[in-house]
């Protein structure tokens, strides 16, 4: 059973840092994109960053274009994304999830096959 796990969230100050992770298993993680999503609270799913199979195409939400930055390991099949100068905005649950599609990675969640359980973050003013 494939199994996405992210880890690395917690409760962080304005203008702070963290390195989020998602390992996967039971996949074979270097055929797959990967893409990180955040939904808040009484708001729709949506797109963070995404990162095809090998790393060479990346594409951006606007919202954290110069701040985020995804990166893979497939020696590890770990993705990551390192979060900088975090706003209150930022704060969500976030999700990494996996899919077949090739370059660029996608941006729409339906287009993503496998989901983890997602990981709290939350940015204090």
């Known amino acids: 059973q494939v199994q996405l796990v992210e880890s690395g969230g917690g409760l962080v100050q304005a203008g702070g840092s963290l390195r989020l992770s998602c390992a996967a298993s039971?996949?074979?993680?270097?055929?797959?994109?990967m893409g990180w999503f955040r939904q808040a609270p009484g708001k729709e799913r949506e797109f963070v960053a995404a990162?095809?199979?090998?790393?060479?195409?990346?594409v951006y939400a606007d919202s954290v274009k110069g701040r985020f930055t995804v990166s893979r390991d497939n020696a590890k099949n770990t993705v990551y994304l390192q979060m900088n100068s975090l706003k209150p905005e930022d704060t969500a649950v976030y999700y990494c999830?996996?899919?077949?599609?090739?370059?660029?990675?996608?941006?729409?969640?339906?287009?993503?096959?496998?989901w983890g359980q997602g990981t709290q973050v939350t940015v204090s003013s």
């Open positions: 990162i095809n199979w090998s790393g060479s195409s990346t």
């Open positions: 039971e996949i074979t993680f270097s055929r797959y994109a």
């Open positions: 999830a996996a899919s077949r599609r090739g370059a660029p990675p996608p941006a729409t969640p339906y287009e993503y096959t496998y």
